[in-house]
């Protein structure tokens, strides 16, 4: 079973908005993007677990002539509030890496 | 209009304004053509602070000396300069800081631009009027906007669209510095006005709004060269070193975007769902199929507050004991720092907020590594959180004892952490927020909007 790594050639996270993080899964194949984009491991449910956040605010935007699924949440806490970790929501991406894809 | 529109050129010589500018490039665009220049030269990405202060990102100096290259292109081409979201956040204060910057060069230089200054800035009883009007509209995630809200801002900005520049270009601006506008909209706005389809415009606007960030370049220091035809628009580099693809163009979209089909701006929506991105030559692609969908005439507000403040404490830790139990250091360390400054200040709980970050550890996600992780050294920062400096200092002081020597159990042996400055705490002023998420209705493109026309 691969983890999300193995089958994007790129992942990064950014703010889009003082409100919402943006995370564009790049796929490494038109076979790998087919086969896992629509994995439930990549579900609303799934993200949301991982960002501690509803899963009823997780967005997924397929783009297939890019290979890519974007996938826009709701910030847990607005940018730059007092516990803020990661302003411009860059690092984000990183928690998802190994989710398994079933 | 002296005809029917055949297309239209424009130069974006870089992503914000002050970045950095490399003159052959602006030298290649005015030869190519370019009948306009625009910019934008900021963003709300960097946090609230910008809107928050009125202060420009970008270093005044930089600022200038992009500025001065490209006044002097201004002067040689007779094109207009598009200058949009002045220095960082667009308010009155970030486009008089511009304003004076240009003034400057134009002084230096013997320049005498015709200049138009457009201010987006608005008063907190004009949006509480257009909430009191129903015309205020929620954006997700956040809730009915509150008039309590409103006045916990100290600066509001309305986004502007490309109407406010048209007005300028018909006034005879040769530079124009706008307030908070859509990026999209300040590099639209020289096409729409000389006719140009608003689906193409548009669309051209948002590839370019990072400057060459769309092309191998890949960052918005360089510059992007945007033509726009009748029925499309062609996008290259402002470089012969760099090409642009058809994937590095419709790739774009992605960028910093929650939607990478539909592009909500004031006035319609882009909707770039059926494009279609052709290689013209291995620099230059074609996009076809933008289309642009008119909605009732609306603008994003942001408002930053900064109503609470912090003061910051940083040790550095090598000590094996704390970085063999880095949870149980942090939790007692929490405890003591809270029950110390309960104590020294005579305050609840909840009146201060203490927040300790182990970097080297878990500092940026803040949730529990796995089982094993041990850290080579931690950065320990405190952030200590109040309703005023003053006070939010004075906790930082009286636990700076227990940030310094406090063991990770009772009845170690004292250590002491490795502090880097002197002194040690640090007031790090107003905790800046965007605390607006909000469109307002208007009845005209200029309703919220004021313009002045300068002679340098």
Redesign the interface.
């Given at each position: 079973m691969p983890k999300l790594k193995d089958v994007c050639r790129h992942i990064r996270s950014k703010v889009a908005g003082p409100f919402w993080v943006t995370i564009d899964l790049m796929f490494d194949s038109q076979e790998n993007f087919d086969r896992y984009s629509q994995s439930p491991a990549l579900s609303a449910e799934a993200i949301a677990k991982v960002y501690g956040i509803d899963p009823k605010g997780v967005v997924h935007y397929p783009v297939p002539s890019l290979k890519v699924l974007k996938i826009s949440y709701p910030r847990k806490t607005p940018q730059g509030s007092i516990e803020e970790r990661d302003l411009h929501s860059g690092q984000q991406y990183v928690y998802i890496l190994d989710i398994e894809l079933g | 209009m002296a005809g029917p529109f055949t297309s239209v050129k424009i130069y974006v010589p870089q992503g914000s304004l002050g970045v950095g500018l490399f003159p052959e490039e602006v030298d290649y665009a005015i030869a190519w053509g370019a009948q306009a220049m625009a910019t934008d030269a900021g963003s709300?990405?960097?946090?609230?602070?910008y809107l928050a202060k009125g202060i420009s990102k970008n270093d005044r100096g930089s600022v200038k000396k992009d500025l001065t290259l490209l006044m002097a292109a201004q002067q040689k081409a007779k094109i207009p300069l598009l200058i949009g979201t002045a220095a960082q956040a667009g308010g009155d204060l970030n486009v008089n800081w511009t304003r004076d910057v240009i003034l400057e060069i134009a002084r230096e230089q013997g320049y005498k631009p015709k200049i138009a200054l457009l201010y987006s800035e608005q008063q907190q009883e004009t949006i509480k009027r257009k909430l009191a009007e129903g015309k205020v509209i929620n954006?997700?995630?956040?809730g009915d906007l509150d008039a309590a809200t409103i006045d916990s801002c100290l600066h509001i900005v309305a986004l502007m669209g490309p109407e406010p520049y048209h007005k300028a270009l018909d006034a005879g601006a040769d530079i124009i510095i706008g307030g908070r506008t859509s990026d999209p909209a300040v590099i639209a706005a020289f096409a729409l006005w000389k006719g140009a389809p608003a689906g193409p415009s548009w669309h051209a606007g948002k590839i370019a709004e990072c400057g060459g960030q769309s092309t191998t370049s890949n960052t918005g220091q360089r510059g992007i060269l945007i033509e726009i035809h009748a029925d499309g628009f062609d996008v290259e580099p402002a470089s012969p070193k760099f090409k642009a693809t058809p994937?590095s163009i419709?790739?774009h979209l992605?960028?910093?975007?929650?939607?990478?089909?539909r592009l909500t701006e004031p006035g319609g929506e882009l909707d770039v769902t059926r494009c279609e991105y052709a290689a013209m030559t291995d620099s230059k692609v074609r996009v076809t199929g933008s289309v642009w969908d008119p909605k009732p005439y609306t603008m994003k507000i942001e408002g930053a507050s900064g109503s609470?403040f912090?003061t910051i404490m940083i040790v550095g830790i090598s000590d094996p004991l704390v970085l063999a139990e880095p949870e149980v250091f942090h939790d007692h360390m929490l405890l003591r720092l809270t029950e110390r400054a309960k104590s020294a200040t005579g305050l609840d709980e909840s009146e201060f907020?203490i927040?300790l970050?182990m970097y080297g550890y878990n500092?940026?996600?803040?949730v529990k590594p796995p089982p094993g992780s041990k850290p080579m050294e931690i950065g320990l920062m405190g952030?200590i959180?109040a309703k005023t400096q003053a006070l939010a200092s004075e906790i930082a002081k009286a636990c700076n004892p227990y940030f310094f020597h406090m063991p990770v159990r009772l009845g170690m042996a004292m250590p002491s952490y490795g502090w880097p400055f002197t002194p040690g705490d640090i007031d790090r002023g107003p905790?800046?927020?965007?605390?607006l998420?909000h469109v307002v209705r208007v009845d005209d493109p200029m309703e919220l909007v004021r313009m002045e026309m300068i002679d340098a």
């Open positions: - | 709300t990405d960097a946090g609230a602070a954006l997700p995630p956040l994937d419709s790739g992605l960028y910093e975007n929650k939607s990478p089909w609470q912090q907020h927040s970050r500092g940026v996600s803040g952030v959180t905790v800046y927020q965007f605390v998420n």
